[in-house]
């Protein structure tokens, strides 16, 4: 006799919701940086990520 497989709803099922949301890719131009409000850091080039309408070059910088 086969063993019944046990179902599982997608309610019971924890979904990990991550901090921001990628929405820009910043290219790199000469002599122009974007600089994060959190963390000071200067990028040329990367994702950011938006919270309440704000940028953050990171996931870290959007929890911190």
């Known amino acids: ?3 019944v ?3 599982t709803s ?7 919701v991550l901090p921001g949301k990628p929405v820009k890719l ?3 131009t000469k ?3 974007w600089s994060c409000p ?4 200067k990028r040329s080039s990367g994702m950011l990520f938006q ?3 704000i940028d953050y070059c990171s ?3 959007v929890v911190g």
């Open 1 to 3: 006799m086969k063993k």
């Open 5 to 7: 497989a046990k179902k």
């Open 10 to 16: 997608m309610d019971e099922k924890s979904v990990k």
């Open 26 to 28: 910043v290219v790199a």
């Open 31 to 33: 002599n122009d940086f």
């Open 38 to 41: 959190r963390c000071n850091t």
């Open 51 to 53: 919270d309440k309408g």
């Open 59 to 61: 996931r870290k910088c």
